[in-house]
């Protein structure tokens, strides 16, 4: 008995028409998935407070971005490149004291034009 029976053909082209359906069913329209719309939390309800636009809370981090924007970046740099330029490449007199000059009695300091007064005599304390 060569081929297939007339039954056998029949259910053979029943169960490819019910695949070609089926896998027809399994494609998605454009208007799926279709999902309920989930009630957001606390933290859900906060964050999309906080990103909506024009609010305090947007504009209280903007500021608060802003100031540590101007801290971090633009102050400390500032000032770092301050000392070092005041006290590291300066050549003014008197602006990097490496050593102080030795002054002794008589001499004129520079800056104030007064002399060092001379030592006090050890006797007159009454002292050995």
């Known amino acids: 008995m060569p081929g297939y029976t007339a039954d056998e053909k029949l259910r053979f082209d029943q169960l490819t028409q019910l695949r070609r359906r089926w896998l027809k069913d399994q494609e998605l329209s454009a208007r799926?998935?279709?999902?309920a719309a989930a009630t957001p939390g606390r933290v859900q309800r906060f964050w999309a407070a906080f990103l909506e636009?024009?609010?305090?809370?947007r504009h209280a981090f903007k500021a608060c971005n802003?100031?540590?924007f101007a801290v971090a970046r633009i102050l400390i740099p500032a000032w770092i490149v301050h000392y070092y330029v005041k006290y590291h490449v300066s050549k003014m007199p008197y602006g990097i004291?490496?050593?102080?000059?030795?002054l002794f009695p008589g001499d004129t300091i520079l800056e104030t034009g007064e002399v060092v007064p001379d030592l006090p005599e050890a006797d007159s304390y009454g002292h050995h």
């Open 66 to 68: 802003a100031g540590v």
């Open 32 to 35: 799926e998935p279709v999902t």
């Open 97 to 102: 004291v490496a050593l102080k000059p030795r």
């Open 53 to 57: 636009p024009k609010t305090l809370w």
